[in-house]
């Protein structure tokens, strides 16, 4: 039979005594049990005593925590908290230095206890812990005992911390600014400074007058990790506590922001390569404190933001509107304005168009709306003035599209802004517990702006791979956080480091972790869904080279290389039905449909095909190939175009168009070879033709379909055949391993009664 719920049996310690082994009924009064226990080791005064658990941190045991004893408990029989504080005060105040030292000692140990300290503080006894750190007589050992001591029984919070004295917080701070103290003398300091100053808002102020954080700034460089993670938390504390007019003051100028105190010290290079040098990038292992008070810091940083992130622009307020203004300079070159006020308008609002604003003819209402507000124009500015290239490159690539495929830059900008906020936490205080800090935004001095001018590379490139319209807006963007927040993850430790992590996940690759992770939430990992995904990838792929072969039965028209002429010649080419010959010709313009084999006068047989080759390999890339040519005329090329960027605005897009040219051409390049050493060279108008085109070609020659559309469609084929197939077993537990066979009837002979 179980013994009685409130039973417990436990073991009770007293020295040079023999253990008792007792049933504790945890309904009788504590005070009656003690003194049964006194009475078994013939111990007079038992109110003078008390119970403790023998292991762990050995606390007092109340009747609030009697319940918390469980079976085989073993504990200890000491004296009472009361007692223990009355004799360790006195002790504390005696004259011998060794029994000192011993008292405080063992304060410190016993000062953990709540009720230890609850009794020790009624006795007065955090004053004379202040009174011996003010006298300024101890050191050492002695000295950081008492600093321990003190710190545990004020983080009880029984007593407020308001009532600390300026001569402790002096003496406290000296310990902070000497340039030779005992480690653990400071460690505790700044530890106690930091409890002050986010404990107290009148305390902060006082301590703010006696350290500063360049002052810190010297305990980062040291290669104890303990004094670092201290010395960050107090300049989070210091920063975290500061007023709002101390922490940023308004400022009108993005790039030339003016900051004061806690902002300007937390925007400084000099703490920042510090932190960066002597801290993440140190030979020690960053532990889970100092990884939160990097992240702490982290988010104060970027909180500083915030200001920016909720004023909205006032459309009446000229030197915002200048911004603006600025941007579309920059742009398209605004010297040649033209002089009239009507046509400079009309000029203006096609301008804000290319530059992708919602708003044409006031484009500062679309920075009304926060979040993101004036950071959005802000980011835009820098991404202008100090990524100059990249911004002109962005506008007028995007301006040269067709109308449906262009990225509206402005809307880009401004959403992508409220994206990184909300990624990145901006505006929120510090999470209790986190960790989540990012080494690469303590490697640049505006790592914000430069994190933001990486994104917008990103959402312009993702953009053009997805070949979005206007209305895929919302798509884009989710993909494009899916990417920032993956690449996030990784935690890349520069910001070029960033710009690889990003180079990989492009779009395919987003869609093929997305497809895997879909068939590993549907367990589409068990042995059983492998081998029918086994079983099913031939057909699949049959399936997409019939597809291929097909396509390549209709044909398409290609244009020309190397024209000189203003009309522009096209030839067409299509694959015979019996999948024997290829056919080709010139055209005098586009077709409408399919050309028939009869107006294509030129053929190849398939088995006289060799091989294909792509890109650069091809042999009419090498001779177009002028830039690797000729380093001479590269060099030209690239002088010239500089120029036409800062003379002419019409050059801009032309030039921009020509340099482009070759990259384009040269990823939709592919040849033909057959005998004898004879080349058909062929430039795919789009990325999808390409990819049918060489997928059919290698089909065609027995070799494997190996472009992004197929590894798409395989993915997508194959998941929604496996879908329909499992269709019916929604619910049910696939086995791992296939049922037995059963065995054998004992006889063939069955009998079938169909009456």
């Not at 004296?79 to 063992?106: M, N, V, W």
């Not at 979040?371 to 003035?385: Q, V």
């Not at 899916?482 to 990003?502: C, F, G």
């Not at 990259?663 to 789009?686: G, K």
Request: net charge negative.
């Amino acid at each position: 039979m179980p013994p009685p719920a409130d039973i417990v049996k436990v073991a009770i310690e007293w020295p040079g005594a023999n253990a008792q082994l007792i049933e504790m009924d945890q309904k009788r009064p504590l005070s009656s049990i003690i003194r049964e226990v006194c009475d078994g080791w013939s111990l007079s005064g038992s109110e003078q005593f008390a119970l403790r658990y023998a292991d762990g941190p050995q606390l007092y045991i109340t009747e609030q925590s009697r319940g918390e004893i469980k079976n085989g408990t073993i504990l200890r029989l000491a004296i009472s908290p009361a007692r223990a504080a009355r004799q360790l005060l006195e002790r504390i105040q005696s004259h011998g230095i060794d029994a000192r030292l011993e008292a405080l000692k063992e304060l410190a140990k016993l000062s953990a206890d709540p009720t230890f300290a609850a009794e020790f503080i009624n006795m007065e006894g955090i004053g004379t812990l202040a009174r011996l750190v003010e006298s300024g007589t101890h050191f050492g050992e002695m000295l950081a005992f008492t600093l321990t001591a003190f710190l545990e029984l004020m983080d009880h919070g029984i007593v407020s911390w308001d009532l600390i004295s300026l001569s402790f917080i002096k003496q406290i701070a000296g310990y902070v600014n000497q340039p030779m103290v005992d480690v653990s003398i400071l460690q505790r300091s700044l530890a106690i400074l930091e409890s002050m100053v986010l404990n107290s808002h009148s305390l902060y102020h006082r301590v703010a007058q006696e350290i500063t954080v360049g002052q810190l700034i010297g305990h980062l460089q040291v290669s104890n990790q303990e004094i670092q993670t201290y010395a960050i938390a107090l300049i989070n504390a210091l920063f975290l506590k500061a007023p709002e007019d101390r922490r940023q003051e308004e400022y009108t100028n993005p790039l030339e922001q003016h900051l004061t105190e806690m902002a300007s010290t937390l925007a400084q290079k000099h703490l920042r390569s510090i932190i960066l040098n002597h801290v993440i990038r140190g030979n020690r292992p960053i532990k889970a404190e100092m990884a939160h008070q990097l992240y702490v810091l982290q988010v104060l940083t970027f909180n500083l933001l915030e200001e920016r992130m909720m004023t909205k622009m006032d459309p009446n307020d000229q030197a915002q509107r200048d911004i603006i203004f600025e941007l579309r300079r920059i742009a398209f070159d605004g010297e040649n304005d033209p002089t009239g006020t009507e046509k400079r308008k009309a000029m203006y609002t096609k301008d804000y168009k290319m530059l992708g604003f919602t708003n044409h003819v006031n484009p500062a209402m679309d920075f009304t709306q926060t979040p993101p507000g004036m950071l959005a124009l802000d980011n835009m500015l820098y991404l202008a003035k100090v990524h100059q290239d990249t911004y002109i490159r962005i506008v007028l690539e995007n301006s040269s599209r067709e109308d449906k495929h262009e990225c509206p830059f402005g809307r880009c900008a401004i959403e992508l802004t409220r994206m990184l906020c909300e990624i990145l936490q901006v505006g929120e205080l510090p999470n209790e517990g986190c960790n989540d800090y990012h080494p690469m935004f303590f490697t640049h001095d505006r790592a914000w702006e430069e994190f933001f001018c990486v994104c917008i590379q990103l959402l312009n490139k993702t953009w053009k791979e997805m070949r979005a319209t206007a209305e895929d807006f919302n798509k884009v963007m989710q993909v494009v956080r899916e990417q920032i927040t993956r690449a996030l993850a990784m935690k890349p430790s520069s910001l070029d480091q960033l710009k690889n992590k990003l180079r990989g996940l492009n779009y395919s690759e987003i869609l093929r972790l997305r497809q895997s992770e879909r068939m590993s939430q549907d367990d589409f990992q068990s042995p059983p869904i492998i081998e029918l995904r086994e079983r099913i990838q031939p057909e699949i792929l049959e399936l997409i080279k019939q597809q291929r072969l097909n396509r390549l039965c209709e044909g398409s028209c290609f244009r020309k290389l190397g024209n000189r002429r203003r009309q522009e010649k096209f030839w067409f080419c299509r694959l015979s039905l019996n999948h024997k010959v290829l056919h080709y010709g010139d055209l005098d313009e586009s077709p409408q449909g399919e050309v028939p084999f009869e107006q294509l006068s030129d053929k190849i047989p398939v088995s006289d095909i060799k091989s294909v080759v792509t890109g650069k390999d091809c042999p009419h890339m090498k001779e177009k190939s002028a830039l690797k040519q000729n380093k001479v005329l590269m060099l030209f090329t690239v002088i010239l175009v500089t120029w036409l960027f800062v003379h002419s605005s019409l050059a801009q897009r032309v030039t921009f168009v020509h340099v482009c040219f070759f990259q384009e051409v040269l990823e939709l390049a592919f040849s033909v070879l057959y005998d004898p050493d004879e080349t058909l060279n062929f430039v795919a108008p789009t990325k999808y033709d390409y990819c049918i085109w060489t997928d059919g070609l290698c089909a065609l020659l027995g070799r494997e379909m190996g472009s992004d559309l197929t590894r798409s469609d395989l993915d997508t084929l194959i998941s929604m055949e496996m879908k329909l197939r499992l269709l019916d077993l929604e619910n049910i537990t696939i086995p791992e391993a296939p049922p037995p066979v059963p065995k054998e009837p004992s006889s063939y002979n069955f009998t079938y009664n169909y009456s």
